[in-house]
């Protein structure tokens, strides 16, 4: 019975060293990729103002660049518009298509006819 327990124990240990190693692993990322001054200088930024924003999250994704919640809706707005049009001209797109199809089928089959009518011998010849 001391073996299992043993085993689990260090099998515990092992699965905690591992978690850490992936801690690490994920701060020097973002130390590197430098997330973390970023953050650092907009929370900062944030701490340093005399009047806090009603928003802290609107605030710092504004620091970081990002758009406010009502430019976000705005653009949502935007591209559902962009999305109609886009449907619309493509649906207008394939009916040209299709007519040009028809248009090129007919004129097809109308030259085929009159090279047909012109091969054709003549009764009186």
Same mark, same amino acid.
């Given at each position: 019975?001391?073996?299992?327990?043993?085993? %689990? %124990?260090?099998?515990? +240990?092992?699965?905690?060293?591992? *978690? +850490?190693?992936?801690? &690490?692993?994920?701060?020097?990322?973002?130390?590197?990729?430098?997330?973390?001054? #970023?953050?650092? *200088?907009?929370?900062?930024?944030?701490? +340093?103002?005399?009047?806090?924003?009603?928003?802290?999250?609107?605030?710092?994704?504004?620091?970081?660049?990002?758009?406010?919640? %009502? &430019?976000?809706?705005?653009?949502?707005?935007?591209?559902?518009?962009?999305?109609?049009?886009?449907?619309?001209?493509? #649906? #207008?797109?394939?009916?040209?298509?299709?007519?040009?199809? &028809?248009?090129?089928?007919?004129?097809?089959?109308?030259? %085929?006819?009159?090279?047909?009518?012109?091969?054709?011998?003549?009764?009186?010849?």
């Amino acid at each position: 019975m001391s073996v299992a327990f043993s085993l %689990s %124990s260090g099998e515990a +240990e092992r699965k905690k060293m591992e *978690k +850490e190693a992936k801690k &690490e692993a994920f701060r020097k990322y973002l130390e590197s990729s430098g997330v973390l001054d #970023a953050l650092t *200088k907009v929370l900062v930024a944030l701490y +340093e103002q005399n009047d806090k924003p009603s928003s802290a999250v609107e605030f710092v994704q504004q620091k970081l660049g990002g758009p406010t919640v %009502s &430019e976000y809706e705005k653009l949502q707005g935007e591209m559902l518009d962009l999305q109609i049009k886009y449907n619309e001209l493509l #649906a #207008a797109h394939q009916e040209t298509c299709r007519q040009f199809e &028809e248009i090129k089928n007919s004129s097809t089959t109308t030259s %085929s006819k009159e090279t047909i009518d012109e091969e054709a011998p003549k009764d009186g010849l």
